[in-house]
């Protein structure tokens, strides 16, 4: 089955930088892959999602890229506000009907002002 | 805007007793699952449900069961609750679309400790 490999497990950035979170997933027939925010004590919250046959995905101050030849995607948030402040959860499914989305471990992103 | 209620925001149980956590989804979803989250772990896939009374074990099934009578709703089963079993459960829906397309809304969480 899916594996989701999900790094760094925290990233302390101050505000106004940057922040990367990267993911790796096993299973080559994954073709979606979301991204989660939460916020303490509220439910995960979907905030940007990638299929398989884009590359890149940009909303705002947030982007996602996937290799898939590398099996792996990653999450950019530019200009890091103290309300980005949150775990992030990166997840992969594959494209047959009947699965589930399998997640990364998370990522506690804290950003300080 | 899909809502997912779980019945529970808080609840303690006993060693032994068999608990119930409910999740009611009011969008006709098909797809419905259950994961735990806990620290450090992120969310572990424990059942998941793609038609009424239809069920299919996740990563870590062992010791719990799922019901799935009616399809706005799907229910945890502890059968005998043990304290490892404490943990933050989370419900999702989807709509259907195979294995693409949008993304889960999740319930609020039910926060269960076993004593």
């Known amino acids: 089955g899916e594996n989701v490999e999900q790094h760094p497990s925290t990233l302390s950035v101050q505000e106004g930088d940057s922040a990367v979170i990267k993911c790796t997933y096993s299973d080559s027939a994954s073709n979606y892959f979301p991204w989660y925010k939460q916020e303490l004590g509220k439910r995960p919250q979907l905030i940007i999602d990638?299929?398989?046959?884009?590359g890149e995905k940009k909303d705002q101050r947030i982007a996602v890229t996937l290799n898939k030849t590398a099996k792996h995607f990653s999450l950019h948030i530019t200009e890091t506000q103290p309300e980005d402040s949150a775990v992030y959860f990166c997840?992969?499914?594959?494209?047959?009907?009947?699965?589930?989305?399998?997640f990364g471990k998370g990522t506690t992103l804290s950003v300080s002002s | 805007d899909v809502k997912v209620t779980q019945s529970s925001r808080y609840l303690v149980k006993r060693t032994g007793e068999k608990v119930f956590l409910e999740c009611v989804q009011d969008?006709?979803?098909?797809?419905m699952f259950w994961y735990r989250q806990d620290p450090g772990l992120g969310l572990r896939l424990i059942y998941f449900s793609y038609d009424v009374k239809m069920k299919e074990k996740g990563d870590i099934p062992e010791g719990y069961s799922v019901s799935r009578e009616k399809k706005e709703r799907f229910s945890l089963i502890l059968e005998s609750a043990s304290t490892n079993q404490t943990s933050m459960y989370l419900c999702?829906?989807?709509?259907?679309?195979?294995?693409?397309?949008?993304?889960?809304?999740f319930g609020s969480g039910t926060r269960l400790t076993v004593v």
């Open positions: 997840a992969a499914i594959p494209n047959q009907a009947g699965t589930a989305l399998i």
């Open positions: 999702a829906s989807r709509a259907p679309g195979g294995g693409s397309g949008p993304g889960y809304t």
């Open positions: 990638i299929r398989s046959n884009v």
């Open positions: 969008m006709d979803h098909e797809n």
